[in-house]
T-cell receptor, first 110, second 114 residues
Framework: DAKTTQPNSMESNEEEPVHLPCNHSTISGTDYIHWYRQLPSQGPEYVIHGLTSNVNNRMASLAIAEDRKSSTLILHRATLRDAAVYYCILRDGYGNKLVFGAGTILRVKS | DVKVTQSSRYLVKRTGEKVFLECVQDMDHENMFWYRQDPGLGLRLIYFSYDVKMKEKGDIPEGYSVSREKKERFSLILESASTNQTSMYLC?????????????FGPGTRLTVL
């Protein structure tokens, strides 16, 4: 199974951009890259996903390397409410298997 | 608004008891999932179902079974609870069985087995 590797934790200042990296060197051609986040005492929440091209939505941007072996979640202006654990997840094209990394704890300082 | 609900937020059971965790989604989703979450281990998939009465094992199915008699409901069963099953249990659903679909998670059930 393809695995993901993320830093254990990162810190950011409020109102500054945050770049959360993820390595997935064994990604297969049919794997989608998903990002979820989990706030304290809540279930995970979908953030964004992509396959090959960079993606933007109201929450974040996803930059995918040309060889697809790594990706970066970009929060353009971090707020205190963005403090959470961020998971980089590979999901195969058939949707059956999800591979969760340990996640990155994002701390946002005011 | 999309909603996944779980029957309990907190549950305390004794070793050897049979435990039922219920999950209901109101989005008419085909796929439903059960995960457990433990510190340092992230989320791990226990079982999933892509249709009524269908089920497939995830990465850690031992000690668990599931039931999906209706599309909106997916139950996780611990036949004989053990202390190593103390964990946070998360239910999720998704519309289609494709890698592009997002999953919607419930709030979780924190189970303690004494």
């Amino acid at each position: 199974d393809a695995k993901t590797t993320q830093p254990n934790s990162m810190e950011s200042n409020e109102e500054e951009p945050v770049h959360l990296p993820c390595n997935h060197s064994t990604i297969s051609g049919t794997d989608y890259i998903h990002w979820y986040r989990q706030l304290p005492s809540q279930g995970p929440e979908y953030v964004i996903h992509g396959l090959t091209s960079n993606v933007n939505n109201r929450m974040a941007s996803l930059a995918i390397a040309e060889d697809r072996k790594s990706s970066t979640l970009i929060l353009h202006r971090a707020t205190l409410r963005d403090a959470a654990v961020y998971y980089c997840i590979l999901r195969d094209g058939y949707g059956n298997k999800l591979v969760f990394g340990a996640g990155t704890i994002l701390r946002v300082k005011s | 608004d999309v909603k996944v609900t779980q029957s309990s937020r907190y549950l305390v059971k004794r070793t050897g008891e049979k435990v039922f965790l219920e999950c209901v989604q109101d989005m008419d989703h085909e796929n439903m999932f059960w995960y457990r979450q433990d510190p340092g281990l992230g989320l791990r998939l226990i079982y999933f179902s892509y249709d009524v009465k269908m089920k497939e094992k995830g990465d850690i199915p031992e000690g668990y079974s599931v039931s999906r008699e209706k599309k909106e409901r997916f139950s996780l069963i611990l036949e004989s609870a053990s202390t190593n099953q103390t964990s946070m249990y998360l239910c999720a659903s998704s519309l289609l069985r494709t890698g592009a679909n997002e999953q919607f998670f419930g709030p979780g059930t924190r189970l303690t087995v004494l």
